[in-house]
């Protein structure tokens, strides 16, 4: 089985053919970053019309690299949500349109789904059941995952997501965009213990996560630092970089720990963009060597948006959706109709099992 996978959920046009013999076949990916880098932040608007200029080229292309024509694919798979409205509606169009045109069946998508389910795409690759924590631009979650589709939120972000907290630290030290690399990159030249940072919602029990505390005393900080013309030194900038970063690691590393003593798991999928961020794989590897579990996380480029991960869920639900019609329970969406519905907001413990 070919499934073409896109992915436009928010700022990356990502098209990927999956193939159930040899894996991921073609992989294109168009970043926005550049565009939305001047505005410190992304622009729907702007992100939706940069996809519809971008997503019928890289279809070609992935075509193209793998050696393809429509007639070969079987399905095709596409990010329903959540996302972006006007993202997701241009990759839905397209997606179901081509679908029809070729007499293949469309496929929904959840974009957190591709996320969890992104290290399956790894040699070593984790198996039932394990702990996913999903750490993107907009979402912070733990998942207890017992197997594709049976999925049962844990904890989640009760305001900024971590990702969304690298931003905006990002911003309000001067950093570029997006903010989890740069302030990545600062803290590799700045004294962890040089401040002092909370760990939120750490001194409690429970498996949610709050960073708009944080964020709120970084910005204090930084506030307190700054010299008569408004200005932090580059060495200040690093060292509370440095600190914040080890915070927030500290923070969902804590919260891994619960989560698997709770369930009784061994293993931990790491995922999400937040997942490329070095700091947080070595405190989770030295945890898991600590604790005998098993962490797992993809590859960096399969850990921000991309058209593979899409592709092989939907490959995965293909499979299923040839014995059953509906595999969403909230959202209706046969398997052949080709409906343009988006979901801007879906809990991933909705979805039905494969």
Known sequence: MKVLGIETSCDETGVAIYDSEFGIIADQLYSQVEMHAEFGGVVPELASRDHIRKLLPLVELALKEANCEPADLDAIAYTFGPGLVGALLVGSTLASTLAWSWGIPAI??????????????EEESPEFPFVALLVSGGHTQLVDVRAVGEYKLLGESLDDAAGEAFDKTAKLLGLGYPGGPSVAAAAENGQVDKFKFPRPMTDRPGLDFSFSGLKTHTLTLANSQRNEKGEIDEQTVADIAAGFQEAVADTLVIKCRRALEQTGHKQLVLA??????????????????????????????????????????????????LKAVDPLKAVEHRFDNYDISVVPRFPIDQLESV
């Not at 929904?108 to 996320?115: A, I």
């Open 108 to 121: 929904p998508v959840h974009h957190m789904e591709g996320h969890l389910l992104a290290p399956m795409l």
């Open 272 to 321: 999400g963009g937040v997942a490329a961020n070095m700091r947080l794989r070595e405190k989770l590897a030295q945890e898991s060597e600590k604790k005998d579990w098993a962490l797992h996380y993809p590859r960096s480029k399969f850990c921000t948006d991309n058209g593979a991960m899409i592709a092989y869920v939907g490959a995965l639900r293909a499979f299923d959706r």
